[in-house]
């Protein structure tokens, strides 16, 4: 039987509405992921913190990806800037530096690479608020989507159709490369904090992006297929620089480590029901 988990820890950003809160911490919807849950919680409530505006901090590696036709990545993010350009996922081989990124192109609008190619979605300024987004693309319809929220906020049709993403590329976290591994810049450089980012070889379908919003930031939600980069792989890599891993909101509650993963325990739904109360 799994640990059960629950946020009751104050929230960053007071504007937030009600519904934000509701599905970052839902409890219900962590409950009913009953065989579709990551297999160990390794990552849980570890958050990266990129503190400053520089070259210095960041992750990289080459996670040995085959080619894809497929793909989605998505990931919590809580961005302590307020111009444009920063970029938080850039995955670049030998010919071709823009094979896939994922940040800001200009305030508020989210874009999305692949292999040099892009397009945006103008989702809005979410300065210090956690947003969960989610950019997945299929090579067979060339189908490409931009999620905000659980909710696709830009769909691009006939977007590299055919196509597929090369294999053998570096991926780097919290910059964005202008060549395999480096030549990185302080004004593209990502300044906040990540989570739970995650990459599927395949594009994930609306339902299944919905999913992973609905089961809170302090769910185990997540696809039925393991993603081919998981948050653990990116966690076990070396950071770099002032990059550190700092605990989340999420802490546990010990005397539902024992419940039915399917039961709801009548204190836990109080408790929640209170956090969110007081925090509207």
């Not at 809005?124 to 299929?138: L, P």
């Not at 590329?169 to 904090?193: K, P, T």
Request: proline share 2%.
């Amino acid at each position: 039987q799994r640990r059960v988990r629950e946020a009751v820890v104050s929230t960053q950003s007071t504007g937030t509405s009600l519904q934000h809160y509701r599905n970052m911490f839902a409890l219900p919807a962590l409950l009913a992921v009953v065989g579709l849950v990551a297999g160990d919680s390794v990552g849980h409530n570890k958050i990266l913190d990129f503190p400053t505006a520089t070259t210095e901090n960041y992750i990289s590696y080459n996670p040995d990806l085959p080619a894809l036709t497929g793909l989605t990545v998505c990931a919590w993010q809580q961005k302590s800037y307020s111009d444009d350009k920063r970029y938080w996922f850039s995955y670049a081989v030998s010919g071709s530096e823009n094979e896939i990124i994922l940040g800001e192109k200009e305030k508020g609008n989210y874009v999305f690479y692949l292999a040099s190619n892009n397009f945006g979605a103008d989702a809005g300024s979410f300065d210090n608020q956690w947003v969960h987004v989610c950019a997945a693309w299929d090579s067979e319809s060339g189908v490409s989507t931009i999620s905000v929220n659980g909710e696709a906020n830009q769909v691009q049709e006939d977007f590299k159709k055919g196509q597929s993403i090369k294999a053998g590329g570096n991926l780097v976290i919290g910059q964005e490369q202008d060549s395999v591994g480096g030549r990185f810049d302080a004004n593209q450089a990502y300044v906040g904090r990540l989570y739970n980012i995650n990459v599927w070889d395949y594009a994930l379908n609306s339902t299944e992006v919905a999913f992973l919003y609905e089961s809170g930031f302090c769910g185990f939600g997540t696809a039925e297929v393991d993603p081919i980069i998981s948050y653990a792989d990116l966690l076990a890599q070396d950071l770099n620089g002032a990059l550190s891993v700092i605990d989340g909101p999420c802490i546990d509650l010990e005397r539902c480590q024992r419940r039915k993963n399917t039961e709801v325990p009548t204190t836990v739904t109080s408790q929640h029901s209170k956090f969110l109360a007081v925090h509207t």
